[in-house]
């Protein structure tokens, strides 16, 4: 479909470039192993305690980091002119949000991935033991984080501020979804499987995530054109 060759070309665009210079990517990351080693500081690694909060740590980390990726969505565009461009072209606006947030999704899982063994290092967690249902809640709330915050950056762009308000307006709305991937990570890393109540959270998150994309994707040209 014509559609989805055009968010996979625009996804493609931005890859492209994030590779070639890896300045956000490298930022992202270097800040998220900052702040995991200094909370290793901060708590005993060895305390149950510690264990039983880590999920809660690691997606602070995500979150915070991640505002540096998405931040970069559409600044990067601005330049040139070149943002204007991409409105006036034939590409609809839900496909270059799509595009934009697919490109988002795979640089921030390229983070978390890199993250979670210095997370199983530094706070002697076990978190390969739930493998597979852990990356599929990454996945989830990953997404969810990027559909808001690729919208928001979308929103925030020509603001001056555009640094301190994309956080600002992105984090409350992501409580429900960060909420889910806390409880969710918090077991699975500790090993314990998904039972009914955990998969209440797993509910939680794919309906975030049907909801954000489903609203942003009729939403994004009136933030786009304005």
Not at 58 to 68: I, Q, S
Not at 96 to 122: D, M, S
Not at 143 to 159: E, I, R
Request: aromatic share 10%; hydrophobic share 55%.
């Amino acid at each position: 479909m014509k559609i989805v060759r055009q968010v996979f070309t625009v996804a493609a665009k931005d890859l492209r470039s994030e590779i070639r210079t890896k300045d956000t990517l490298n930022a992202s990351l270097s800040f998220a192993l900052v702040i995991l080693l200094l909370f290793s500081f901060a708590f005993d690694p060895t305390a149950e305690q510690t264990r039983e909060i880590s999920g809660g740590l690691l997606w602070l980390v995500f979150a915070f980091a991640g505002a540096l990726i998405l931040n970069r969505s559409f600044s990067r565009e601005l330049p040139n002119d070149c943002l204007e461009a991409l409105i006036a072209s034939p590409v609809p606006g839900s496909a270059l949000f799509l595009g934009k947030t697919i490109a988002n999704v795979l640089l921030l899982l390229t983070l978390e991935l890199v993250c979670f063994p210095v997370f199983g290092i530094f706070y002697n967690v076990p978190w390969t033991e739930q493998f597979w249902p852990l990356m599929l809640v990454v996945v989830l709330a990953t997404w969810g984080l990027t559909v808001v915050g690729t919208m928001f950056s979308a929103l925030t762009v020509n603001l001056r501020l555009r640094e301190l308000m994309l956080p600002t307006l992105v984090y409350p709305i992501m409580i429900p979804g960060l909420l889910g991937a806390i409880q969710l990570t918090s077991a699975l890393v500790m090993g314990h499987p998904i039972d009914a109540d955990l998969t209440q959270w797993l509910k939680l998150l794919a309906g975030f995530d049907i909801i954000y994309t489903a609203l942003a994707t009729m939403l994004v040209d009136t933030v786009l054109v304005g």
